[in-house]
């Protein structure tokens, strides 16, 4: 891996900095690869999860990939245009202006999750602001890691684009590579582990990280449009989503018609209950079995299971398939309500007014999203205003992620720095500030021998 490194940086440094016609092609030729192993990434995707709806994979993942793509390749002008910036009075003869310059090499660590989504956006952006990339895939979607490898060989040579695949051990070792810049995507416990290894270089990161995203109801406003775009947020890819709904607040007075109403929904979506078959299986046992401990963590403390929707007729279960539950009646010391759920659980908690809702969120680590949903108004804006989240939706869920134009990212626990829009392009980007001085110069005249002159002028800038 330093090897590569090694190439990949002496590549970037032998290379004149690209323009924009060079990243506009290097964008087409990975928009051209992605349609030409669509199939092969929808297979491999659908293999490693055991079950994957087709149709997620396209909506979730290769459109938004594409769409991505496009926006960059539109604003590349904008982004890489140098920005003037004003100038001291002392100086006004001269000129100040940013440029943004290429980082060098950038590494990517990618999840399992999204696997093309979230490989293939930083990858783009990365691209787009001029990089070289080396990306280490998930060791938990191996056939999906192996495709994405083969195609991204197939259009870019190893001193552009190059994948590195392997367990914990090869993330590891990856880490620790003197980048110019690397992203991580992934959760917090490893985020931790990945800051603390990029800090032995000085590397400076962009960390995507999750935590436990609220979904706020105000009082009255249960209804199906509502509930149908809670039940979209939370059970696409199964749940295992890193800005899915969470858990729920609920007026306590709505909280009978919000579990039929969801129930309702998740019938509709899926018809054939867990056997549905745009419903999503359980990445790996792992996982399965931890989300089967936190349910039964909670049943054994009081609080009340209810899988929701409908139920398959027969006893036959999908590999690795839990059915769509509501968990009432939590107390807030249980694990699913301090763990990251990550799967298709929804734990309910009431509140009485607003104030409990803010106490509450507020309480806990920032999440990476928070949704609301009820009416534009003060009771909407009191709670934008008193919480911090990385992102915000409002009477929607997770379609904040696919407005390209928009940052990405998390606050605190949730994660650091941001990507997606000009953010992603600056955050791979170094900001170069350039002076260039004037035929006059006022400074020239503040040199040693001070005497007057510099009386003067020191006098008029301490002025009252």
């Keep these: ?19 924009v016609g060079q990243r506009r092609e290097k964008l087409a030729v990975l928009r051209a690869a992605i349609l030409a192993f669509k199939t092969e990434l929808k297979d491999a995707i659908n293999q490693d999860f ?5 149709y997620e994979t396209d909506i979730f993942e290769l459109s938004v990939v594409l769409q991505s793509i496009d926006y960059l390749s539109r604003r590349l002008p904008r982004f890489m245009k140098s920005e003037r910036r004003h100038v001291h009075w ?34 783009a952006t990365a691209l787009a602001a001029g990089n070289r990339v080396m990306v280490k895939p998930s060791e938990l979607t191996p056939v999906t890691s192996e495709v994405l490898s083969k195609m991204l060989a197939s259009v870019f040579s190893p001193e552009e684009v190059t994948v590195v695949q392997g367990g914990p051990e090869v993330g590891a070792e990856f880490s620790h590579l003197a980048f110019d810049h690397l992203l991580f995507t992934g959760s917090t416990q490893v985020g ?21 995203s609220p979904v706020i109801i105000s009082k009255g406003h249960v209804n199906q449009q509502n509930v149908d775009r809670i039940v979209f947020g939370k059970l696409a890819n199964g749940g295992q989503t890193c800005v899915a709904p969470d858990y729920a607040l609920i007026h306590e007075d709505d909280l009978a018609e919000f579990i039929k109403q969801y129930s309702a929904s998740v019938a509709r979506s899926y018809p054939d209950g867990p056997l549905s078959r745009d419903y999503t299986s359980i990445i790996n046992e792992r996982h399965y079995q931890r989300l089967m401990g936190l349910l039964e963590q909670a049943r054994g403390h009081g609080a009340t299971v209810t899988e929701v929707g409908r139920q398959p007729e027969s006893a036959a279960r999908r590999l690795r398939t839990i059915a769509p ?23 309910i908690k009431t509140y009485r007014n607003l104030d409990e809702v803010i106490q509450f969120v507020n309480a806990r680590p920032r999440p990476l999203a928070l949704y609301y949903f009820g009416n534009r108004d003060n009771e909407c804006d009191t709670v934008l205003r008193r919480t911090t989240s990385g992102n915000v939706g409002i009477n929607t869920t997770v379609l904040h992620v696919a407005q390209d134009d928009l940052p990405f990212g998390g606050v605190g626990a949730s994660g650091m720095g941001a990507y997606h829009g000009i953010e992603g392009f600056r955050a791979m980007s170094h900001a170069k500030g350039t002076f260039v001085q004037g035929r006059y110069s006022l400074p020239a005249m503040l040199r040693a021998p001070f005497g007057k002159l510099a009386d003067m002028t020191l006098a008029y800038m301490f002025r009252r």
């Design 1 to 19: 891996m330093a090897d590569l490194l090694t190439r990949q940086r002496d590549a970037f440094l032998a290379s004149e900095i690209p323009g």
């Design 50 to 54: 055991g079950h994957r709806s087709r």
């Design 90 to 123: 002392t100086s006004k003869s001269g000129q100040a202006y940013v440029e943004y310059q290429p980082l060098g090499v950038i590494g990517i660590i990618a999840p399992w999750n999204y696997p093309v989504l979230l490989t293939l956006i930083p990858l």
């Design 192 to 212: 931790h582990h990945i800051m603390r290894a990029a800090s032995d270089n000085l590397v400076p990161v962009t960390l995507e990280l999750g935590g436990k």
């Design 325 to 347: 539950t509501i968990v009432t009646g939590v107390s807030d010391e249980l694990d699913i309500m301090q763990q990251e759920i990550f799967g298709p659980l929804l734990p």
